[in-house]
């Protein structure tokens, strides 16, 4: 008896492990009514450098380094940080759960069909699709653009005579933009994996690259001047009202934790390792930016010259000061554009398998055209162009306001954060009232009770909860703290710069926001209500 035992669970383990890989990655799918259709090429080191080097915080905050030293100051720069890093793993976290729970390229919209109410799926579902859509979008198209203005940045640095002009950027910008369509369409998705790997060697190695010549070189302030100094260049009510609103540019270096949430139908086994990736992503990317943002304050010289600095970035200015050497200066942010520019590739990626995703649903006009995959590569090709094709055209915004496109920021925001959102809230709301199955109790799942608590999406998938789960009182704090956070930045991401609002300084990012959101409803009730209906099964 204990030998028939012991040969059916050697059996168990034989079919187990030949559903390892592609057929438990199909089988996954299979389960939330999808056809596996792209190319899974992402291992482990593959998605890791994806979801790491998207959020290249260290970088990142180089870029949006003006915004918390107005508004805030060092000590605003600082204690905003750590506030955004908790705020930040805790959305991370239930990302990891969901994307565990449900590994597909919809992410946020499929989720949220999966977690509301079936009156209320159809609907939520769709909102929250086009919220992600032109979050992504818009963080995309605002990476192009600052990596091109981070290259006009090292060109005013390193030559004193030249006159910086906005078309400079644009050209710029539009290259950027090439570089990415060539990396993610000619390779497909197999290069793209391998420039993933090695772009995460890149964002360690440059770490300290950048680090050691900086503490080495550079005169260091004082304690009190990094921990104690506070800004209000806003010149608002209270220094409280100015830290928050300095606190997106720290939030934008943080942009991006749901990534590799759409890359997971072209990830192995993507219920393990999507969430471990995005969970390692915030762990060290918080660490080395926390890291460098001490670094650059201590070495931070003279406030004034690095905020009014000519290449309109501090960070150079921070390193031209340290160094004293212009070709110093140059080669350390030569580093943080290259960077810059390999972050793009994963972002266009991202923003196409969304609105790929979102189209194979019929939640976008033309959603037969974006939905078609190259039998060649496996990559839908069409909505990589449609992408790329969008940030070409939103370039042409800095010829006439470089401000107006500067708010695209807020939209990344905005966007992807009320995507989060509305997921986040679904989830606690499930987990309060127990509609998720546990697969670890088996009694739970074996009995009467948790049959009739077995909810059903709209695509016929229960809710179990995936290998990634936090359990108990834990995940429930930790589901609350991520939504209040979430409240506090979508709040602020549409204030202004200075409380003296005028032309220049009004943050349009609410218009534009707002503007999108409301297309979209139209779309909605005009034709989309009549073909969209969440998630399609198609098997």
Not at 199 to 217: K, S, T
Not at 283 to 309: H, K, P, T
Not at 341 to 356: D, E, K, V
Not at 404 to 433: K, Q
Request: hydrophobic share 50%.
């Amino acid at each position: 008896m204990e030998s028939h035992k012991m040969s059916n669970r050697l059996a168990s383990r034989e079919v187990e492990g030949s559903l390892s890989s592609k057929g438990r990655d199909e089988a996954n799918l299979a389960r939330l009514g999808k056809r596996s259709v792209l190319k899974r090429n992402f291992g482990y080191l593959a998605v890791l450098g994806f979801s790491t080097t998207i959020l290249i915080t260290w970088e990142g905050l180089f870029t949006t380094f003006l915004q918390p030293l107005q508004n805030g100051g060092p000590a605003g720069a600082v204690y905003g940080y750590i506030f955004v890093w908790a705020g930040t793993a805790a959305i991370f976290a239930m990302l990891s759960e969901m994307v565990s729970m449900a590994p597909t390229a919809g992410g946020q919209y499929h989720w949220c069909s999966m977690l509301a109410a079936p009156r209320a799926s159809k609907f939520s579902s769709y909102v929250t699709g086009w919220l992600t859509v032109v979050g992504w979008q818009a963080t995309f198209s605002t990476a192009c653009y600052l990596s091109g203005t981070i290259i006009q940045g090292l060109i005013a640095l390193s030559n004193a005579n030249y006159v910086p002009h906005p078309w400079h950027s644009t050209l710029l910008y539009w290259s950027v933009v090439a570089f990415g369509l060539v990396i993610n369409t000619v390779g497909g998705s197999s290069l793209l994996a391998k420039f993933e790997g090695l772009i995460l060697v890149l964002h360690v190695i440059g770490f300290f690259a950048v680090l050691i010549p900086l503490v080495y070189m550079s005169d260091h302030g004082s304690a009190k001047d990094v921990f104690a100094i506070w800004v209000n260049d806003g010149a608002f009510e209270t220094q409280g009202v100015s830290f928050f609103v300095g606190l997106i540019g720290v939030v934008f270096a943080f942009a991006g934790g749901d990534a590799a949430v759409h890359m997971a139908e072209e990830t192995q086994n993507a219920p393990k390792i999507v969430p471990i990736s995005i969970m390692f992503s915030v762990v060290l990317n918080g660490v080395l930016g926390f890291s460098m943002l001490i670094a650059s304050l201590f070495c931070l010289g003279n406030l004034d010259e690095d905020i009014n600095s000519p290449t309109g970035y501090p960070f150079m200015a921070i390193f031209l000061q340290g160094t004293g050497s212009v070709a110093g200066a140059t080669t350390m942010a030569s580093i943080v554009s290259v960077m810059a520019i390999c972050a793009t590739t994963g972002m266009l990626a991202t923003a196409s398998r969304m609105f790929w995703a979102f189209s194979r649903d019929r939640g976008i006009p033309g959603w037969r055209l974006w939905s078609q995959v190259s039998p060649r590569s496996g990559v839908p090709v069409n909505a990589v162009i449609f992408t790329a094709t969008v940030s070409v055209l939103l370039g042409l915004i800095p010829l006439g306001s470089p401000v107006a496109f500067n708010d695209l920021t807020s939209m990344s925001t905005s966007g992807l954060y009320l995507s989060y959102m509305v997921c986040c809230i679904l989830l606690l709301y499930r987990r309060c009232t127990g509609g998720i199955i546990d697969p670890s109790e088996s009694e739970a799942v074996s009995s009467p009770a948790a049959d009739d608590a077995q909810i059903v999406n709209t695509v016929g998938a229960t809710l179990i909860w995936g290998p990634f789960h936090i359990k108990g009182i834990v995940g429930i704090v930790i589901n609350v703290f991520a939504i209040v956070y979430m409240m506090i930045t979508v709040f602020f991401s549409f204030w202004p710069p200075t409380a003296e609002v005028t032309t220049s300084t009004m943050n349009y990012s609410a218009v534009g926001t707002v503007g999108t959101m409301f297309l979209s409803f139209v779309y909605y009730f005009v034709r989309a209500r009549h073909v969209y209906e969440g998630p399609i099964v198609e098997i």
